[in-house]
């Protein structure tokens, strides 16, 4: 069945880059998302990336897709503590269906 | 960018008594709603998909006599959590996709339940 897998803690020093991974194991996914949510509050899409691409850039936010290892991974650039939350990744099929997601990565950002 | 709204924000209710959650897409028809379910410090775990005019899919495992989903209009649907129980305490998170089916989905801000 579907699965996609995260690291559960990462922590880093404000103004360093983090790395967020992320494994799925379905090879059809046509989308792949990353999610913020910050304690109590829904979920903020950060950004997405189609299948047939590799990377993605946005200001401080970079998305790797390698497809043939089926891993997907976040970068942040400088590193705010503000970029404290929870981080999810999340797949989708094709348009219309419901998004699977991993279980979150807590990013803690110290000053 | 396009806006998902819930309503209420959170509430508090009597174990036996029902609660009527509201999702609305603000600044877009969305036909297809979904409506996901977290508990603390774990994923949103997918509850059921609603098409407008027609009934909710429901995942395995999720009662559709105790989730009810109602998705009249192209703008809002709705999730009826009846006769709660304690055990139904939770996050209910709403989002939407557009006519178009296109590639993103906007969430709602999130309803927070806690059943006494």
């Known amino acids: 069945g579907e699965d996609v897998e995260q690291s559960l803690f990462l922590s880093v020093r404000e103004g360093d880059s983090s790395v967020i991974n992320c494994t799925y194991t379905?090879?059809?996914?046509?989308?792949l998302y990353w999610y913020k949510q910050e304690p109590g509050a829904g979920l903020q899409l950060l950004t997405y990336?189609?299948?047939?691409?590799d990377m993605k850039q946005d200001q401080r936010l970079t998305v790797l897709l390698n497809k043939k290892d089926k891993h997907l991974s976040l970068r942040i650039a400088d590193t705010q503590t503000g970029d404290s939350a929870i981080y999810f990744c999340a797949e989708k099929y094709q348009a219309g269906t419901a998004l699977i997601f991993g279980k979150g990565t807590t990013l803690s950002v110290s000053s | 960018g396009a806006v998902v709204s819930q309503h209420p924000s959170w509430v508090i209710c009597k174990s036996g008594t029902s609660v009527k959650i509201e999702c609305r897409s603000l600044d877009f028809q969305a036909t297809t709603m979904f409506w996901y379910r977290q508990f603390p410090k774990q994923s949103l775990m997918l509850m059921a998909t609603s098409n407008e005019g027609s009934k909710a899919t429901y995942e395995q495992g999720v009662e559709k006599d105790k989730f009810l989903i109602n998705h009249a209009s192209l703008t809002l649907s709705t999730l009826t959590v009846t006769s709660a129980h304690p055990e139904d305490s939770s996050f209910y998170i709403c989002?939407?996709?557009?006519?178009?089916?296109?590639?993103?989905?906007?969430f709602g801000p999130g309803t927070r339940l806690l059943v006494l």
């Open positions: 989002s939407a996709s557009g006519t178009s089916g296109g590639e993103t989905q906007y």
């Open positions: 379905d090879s059809s996914s046509t989308y």
């Open positions: 990336i189609f299948s047939n691409m």
